[in-house]
């Protein structure tokens, strides 16, 4: 017998710039939505990490890393050497830069968290 998952994974071309891919998930039916958003929970919520509002990817992007991102996003606007994708209450930014890094800021209602990072290699986690 062959398990397979409720879902299905389209990946689109890694970049060329920077090292980063995107892909999309799409549920195989709204059953199985249902199932894993029952289960599927992350512990941020109980440690009142409410969402990534921010993520920065620093780095090269090449021509075709641009159209990919102008093809999958219909809210891109560029400006001074920033791609600005905004979704509802999230923001990904790709901002020119000679080095590679990648920061994510965290929106966080808790004391324990708030203000602090964490970095590990090109990582940067802002608790906002």
Sequence with gaps: ?????????????????????????????????????????????????????EVNI????????????????????EKDEVLMIKMEDQTIQFIQSDTYKVEVILECNTIDYSGKNVEFNNLLINNS
């Design 1 to 53: 017998m062959i398990k397979t998952m409720p879902w299905r994974n389209a990946y689109l071309p890694a970049f060329q710039g920077v090292p980063f891919q995107f892909f999309l998930q799409q549920m195989n039916d709204e059953k199985a939505k249902q199932f894993m958003q029952q289960y599927m929970v992350p512990n941020s919520r109980e440690n009142m990490i409410n969402s990534i509002a």
């Design 58 to 77: 620093y780095g090269q992007l090449s021509t075709k890393d641009k159209e990919i991102i102008f093809a999958l996003f219909e809210s891109v606007k």
